[in-house]
């Protein structure tokens, strides 16, 4: 699997030096929806913190796909695989899929996972014979912008689907209609980025309904952008019917919405990244469905503030204290046994090159702060760990983007590996625990590693997805529900 890691200096460069259009980070970070704006956001949100503006274009990456099981649950949703060729054979199918790679400088890609993840559904439609009209962003871009355009994506999608796949310069109009007129079967047009029309965000319904008019029935595959209500991933269901999930979409909500709703027992949460303040929606949600929750990452700090110790200089966020206070006493109440690490490793500046040191979590002297977990808690951790069928894991321990801080995160990465192979269920929910994932090669042995930061997040949160929602429900017989059974 490609990694999209970077040396800790360049990322740090490249948070901080957000105007820096030199950055091929930073541009990577854009391509892939990582707008300066949204790093302004967190910086704001911490008081310009460095140790906040660090993670946000490492949300930008995403992970492997394969062909789902039955939806399980309650968002369960009629699937592409509910079609056959009498569905398909010769019909124009429109399918939105989150094509949202980050592009290099020369407008390469340099992280092709979300197109990999794409391509089984599309494979699906080809052998039975349909004519495949792919819709996707790119970026955020304000009206159309040729740097975000999605003609360096054609390569890699005709490489890996094996045919030449054909691209149109636009998304609707007269000339993407006479280039769907002249698709034979088994044949796929790439539309332009959809958001070059600002009509596609503000999901206008005359937008929608002129997307729809290119297709005969729609298939929504685009998990990353599932949390959006967009015309193409929410309104277009409006004007075209069957609108189905496609496989990855399928898979993606089977893990988060089904394996975590109904976990094999017992299911650990594992729990990190920088701010509480950001997780708050996960840990309530999950305290409803785990059995063991383990702590890491940023927001422990004011975990131990809130239980009276001293963090020295670590990330703390002082108006969530009482809301920590509330999560511990609701973790005791529910019967989750709350893990919070018993030892960290210390730093006396938010550097790669810091002078560090492993203490007690009691005992952090004035002046330095946490920046991952200590031995003892991996260890307390694994064996935690140890006794579960399930694990869902959002966010990293440390600050793994410094090799030195990276310890933390990639024992629990490791952990799960190990695990995985043992046949626990093992669940990647989307943001950098997929880049620490990466980062250890071990990706390909999860059961799952999500496709979406912010869609994973919401899901994880007990949120209903739009552009899940939007989609016909799946046949339900007896008790079971799902595909042809
Ligand atoms: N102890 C810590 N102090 C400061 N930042 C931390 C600490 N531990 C982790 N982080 C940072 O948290 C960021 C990830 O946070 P977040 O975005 O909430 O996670 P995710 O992307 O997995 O959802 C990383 O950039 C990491 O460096
Ligand atoms: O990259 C994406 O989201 P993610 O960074 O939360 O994984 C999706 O393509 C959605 O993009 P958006 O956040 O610009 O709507």
């Known amino acids: 699997m490609a990694s999209t890691a970077a040396s800790p200096a360049a990322l740090v460069a490249a948070r901080r030096a957000a105007s820096s259009a030199a950055s091929p980070l930073r ?32 949300r930008c990456r995403a992970a492997s796909s394969a062909r789902g099981t039955r939806a399980v649950a309650t968002m369960a949703k009629k699937s592409v695989g509910d079609l056959g060729p009498a569905d398909l054979e010769g019909k124009r199918v429109l399918v939105r899929a989150d094509l949202n790679v980050p592009l290099d400088d020369s407008q390469n890609i340099t992280d092709d996972t979300r197109i990999r993840a794409a391509i089984p559904t599309i494979k699906y439609l080809l052998s039975n014979g349909a004519k495949v009209i792919l819709t996707s962003h790119l970026g955020r871009p304000k009206g159309v912008t040729p740097k975000f355009s999605l003609a360096p994506l054609v390569p890699r999608l005709s490489e890996l689907l094996g045919i030449q796949v054909q691209k149109a310069d636009d998304v609707i109009g007269p000339e993407v209609e006479k280039l769907v007129a002249a698709l034979p079967n088994g044949a796929v047009l790439l539309l332009e980025n959809v958001r070059f029309y600002k009509e596609e965000e503000k999901n206008e319904p005359e937008f929608a309904k002129k997307l729809a008019a290119l297709a005969d029935l729609y298939v929504n595959d685009a998990f990353g952008t599932a949390h959006r209500a967009h015309a193409s991933t929410e309104g277009v269901t409006n004007f075209l019917k069957p609108s189905v999930a496609g496989f ?47 702590l890491g990452g940023g927001m422990i700090f004011t975990f131990y503030k809130a239980q009276g110790l001293s963090v020295g200089s670590s990330l703390v966020e002082e108006d969530k204290l009482e809301l920590a206070t509330s999560l511990l006493a609701k973790a005791k109440e529910k019967g989750v046994s709350l893990l919070l690490p018993s030892d960290v490793v210390i730093a006396d500046k938010f550097a790669p090159d810091a002078n560090s040191q492993t203490v007690a979590a009691s005992a952090i ?44 995160t990639e024992a629990v990465a490791k952990k799960l590996a190990e695990l995985s192979k043992k046949g626990v269920t093992t669940i990647i929910g989307g943001g950098d625990s997929v880049a620490a994932v990466e980062k250890v090669g071990v990706a390909d042995v999860m059961s799952h590693i999500s496709t979406g930061g912010g869609a994973s997040l919401e899901l994880l949160e007990g949120k209903q997805l739009p552009g899940v929602v939007a989609l016909d429900e799946a046949v339900t017989v007896g008790s079971v529900t799902g595909s042809k059974l």
């Open 365 to 408: 002297p004035d002046g330095w702060m946490g920046l991952d977990i200590g031995p003892d808690s991996v260890a307390t951790f694994n064996a935690a760990l140890e006794t579960t069928q399930t694990i869902i894991w959002n966010g990293p321990m440390g600050v793994f983007e410094f090799d030195k801080f990276a310890v933390g």
């Open 27 to 58: 541009r990577a970070g854009l391509a892939a929806g990582c707008q300066p704006a949204r790093s302004l956001a967190f910086a704001a949100g911490g008081g310009a913190d460095p140790r906040l503006a660090i993670h946000v274009a490492s």
């Open 248 to 294: 990855l979409l399928q898979k993606e909500l089977d893990y988060l919405d089904g394996a975590v709703s109904n976990p094999k027992r017992p299911f650990a949460a594992i729990v990190g990244g920088s701010k509480v303040s950001s997780k708050i929606g996960v840990i309530e949600s999950l305290l409803e469905k785990c059995d063991i929750l383990l």
